[in-house]
Every structure is written in C-alpha cells, then in structure tokens.
C-alpha cells in the first residue's frame, strides 16, 4: 500500500510516454536518421528540465522526503563512457526501443519487448561482474 503512490505515478508516466509517441519504434529510426527533430525536442527538454531542477535542489538545498539532503557528486570523464554510449545508444537503435518506456511497450500490447526487458537485465548483471574490469 505504501507504494501505490509510486505505481500510480507510474502509470500516469507511461500513458505520456504513449501519447507523446516517444516509445514508437518509428519516431525512435527518424531520430537516428536524423529525419524528425520530435525525439531530439523531447531528450532536450528533458535535460533542460533536469538542469533546472538540479539548480534549484542546490540553490534552495532541497532535501529528500525523509529529511536527506541530496548530495550530487562529481562525475570524472574516462572512455569507458564513449564505449558505454556507443553500447547503449547500439542497442537503443537496433531494439529501437528506449529503455525508459521498456515497461510502456510491454503494457501498450507489446510481449516481444519482454526480449529486450530481459537483455537490458542481462546486461546490467554482466556489467555488474565485470565492473573493476572496465575502464572508469
């Protein structure tokens, strides 16, 4: 019961995500053709909104529902973030299938996305292992 709230926010969330058209394969291949500015102006008003967001958690030291403060630590730039990027954005392209709205699709009609939700699982774990192995 405590996280129905969550579940409903949820929702809520993935319907957007299906009447904004971001979980549609095809906005997914304009994109990456660079054929429709649809995904890149809904990416960069995500990273807008963020930045903002981020801006106004430092300046008025916003705290967490339990009274945390929330702490943003520095990111140091390595290549494993270029070979993490091309991964992802890989797999992003060849699933056409972000994998944010993975759950949308699946509840959208979509079971053979199950595939994709069960590599993206995959792949978390097997990063997981080999984590000191990489470069950070």
């Given amino acids: 019961m405590k996280n129905l709230k969550f579940l409903l926010l949820g929702t809520i969330f993935g319907i957007i995500l299906i009447k904004a058209e971001v979980i549609s394969w095809f906005r997914i291949q304009e994109m990456f053709r660079f054929q429709s500015f649809h995904m890149y102006g809904i990416i960069g008003s995500a990273i807008c909104v ?10 008025y030291k916003i705290k967490t ?6 702490k943003v630590e520095p990111k140091t730039f390595s290549k494993g973030n270029i070979i993490g990027g091309f991964m992802f954005g890989l797999g992003w392209a060849m699933t056409g299938a972000c994998p944010g709205p993975l759950y949308a699709l699946i509840g959208s009609g979509l079971p053979i996305i199950i595939v994709v939700l069960l590599s993206a699982v995959l792949g978390t774990y097997c990063y997981g292992c080999l984590k000191d192995k990489l470069p950070h």
């Fill in 50 to 59: 963020g930045m903002i967001s981020l801006l106004i958690i430092k300046k």
């Fill in 65 to 70: 529902f339990s009274g945390e403060e929330i």
